[in-house]
């Protein structure tokens, strides 16, 4: 989890209560921390999967990585017009992440999508239930930016299981 402690504020004009901004850059950090981890192992996927289906993983991955980035820049970007410090850095990242690390051995094609299924549910989970958080902090700016994450993220697991979903 992201350490509170170390947590850095900025006064601001900001109509959002301190308590509130100081618990919503907390929960922010770590869906920050979540999505730069998930960015690096889904770009992983697309530099290591083979098989048969390669090259359609390859891109798919890529352009899963390329969303992935994209929320992390929007978390961030919260964080701070809520007056807190982004922490962007990948060993930031690595130090906070919840998501289980990239086994290296896992290289076939439906293995890598059962492995990326695991980790893009992992965070669509987690995003709803920052959605939820926020709701009850009566904080609507940061709920719908999460929403706006969370329909991003639950199109990218629904690609991800249409390749190994059966009737
Ligand atoms: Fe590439």
Redesign the pocket.
Known sequence: MTKTTQQLTFSTRIDIEEGVRKELIDILNQQLADATDLFTQT?QA??NVKGMDFFQL?ELF?DLAKRARNFADLLAERVTALGGAALGTVRMAAEATTLPEYPLETVQGHEVVDLMVERWAAYAASTRAAIRRSGELDEPTTEDLLTEISREVDESLYFLEAHVQRQ
Do not use: A, Q, V
Request: charged share 40%.
């Open positions: 770009k697309h530099w390859h890529d």
